[in-house]
């Protein structure tokens, strides 16, 4: 989902006097929403950090972890946490039972 510059202007500027915690709310999810466009559906396959000022899809993802948020299996794989071939092992010993 792409939110323009000006709706997000027009959604601060309507901001009451007292809402600097709104504000926050805000940033934070302008910040959260762009890392995760960063994320490529793929990036399961690549794991591995690289070194860069830039916070990976490994380090977006250990972030919600760690603010209580529940990995799907294929974001385990991203933060390393799980192998694929586990995940997938996992998988198909699930599909079997169904």
């Known amino acids: 989902m792409y939110v ?25 999810a302008l910040v959260l929403g762009a890392l995760e466009s960063r994320t490529l559906k793929d990036a399961w396959r690549n794991a591995t950090p690289s ?6 899809s490994a380090d977006y993802l250990r972030w919600l972890a760690a603010n209580d ?15 694929a071939e586990s995940v997938d092992a996992q998988y198909l010993s699930d599909a079997v039972k169904e």
């Open 69 to 83: 948020y529940p990995l799907a299996a294929v974001e385990e794989v991203i933060t390393e946490a799980k192998d």
């Open 4 to 28: 323009s510059a000006q709706a997000v202007a027009k959604l601060a500027a309507d901001l009451p006097a007292n809402g600097d915690g709104r504000a926050q709310v805000i940033t934070l």
């Open 51 to 56: 070194w860069s000022h830039h916070a990976s």
